[in-house]
């Protein structure tokens, strides 16, 4: 948030207000005590957009994948076509494999509400115990 506040705007007792989350010609005039009292909702706004949004995305690039060869055609180009996340089915016995190595690929996280896992793990082939996101390392 930018808040100016102008030696006119003080004789008038208001502020503007520039949300950093929207465009910079966006601002609105508050009075002085208006914005004081509610700057929290608006600072938990602004957030929950900002949450959203970033939320929004993460989901829109993860990919599932389920084979080995999947996973290398997904990220055999260089760091800058990186595609996203990759969710694969694991297990322990996975770890080190070579190919994550040479991918500059890296396990970023296991959610902890997933769904039940099936089949197996795509680096060891073992059956795998839970899902993984995967994603290129910078």
Not at 12 to 40: H, L, W
């Amino acid at each position: 948030m930018r808040v100016e506040v102008g030696p006119r705007d003080m004789a008038k007792g208001e502020v503007f207000v520039g949300r950093r989350d929207r465009g910079p010609k966006d601002k609105t005039s508050y009075a002085k005590g208006a914005f004081v009292e509610n700057i929290a909702n608006l600072l938990q706004e602004i957030q929950d957009g900002l949450f959203e949004k970033a939320k929004k995305f993460r989901d829109d690039n993860i990919k599932r994948i389920t084979s080995l060869k999947e996973f290398e055609d997904y990220f055999k180009g260089d760091e800058s076509s990186a595609p996203g996340f990759a969710m694969v089915p694991w297990s322990e016995d996975g770890i080190g494999h070579e190919l994550l190595a040479k991918l500059k690929v890296t396990p970023r996280c296991i959610p902890l509400q997933q769904e039940a896992v099936q089949g197996n793990c795509i680096f060891s082939g073992k059956p795998a115990t839970k899902w993984v996101l995967f994603a290129k390392s910078y």
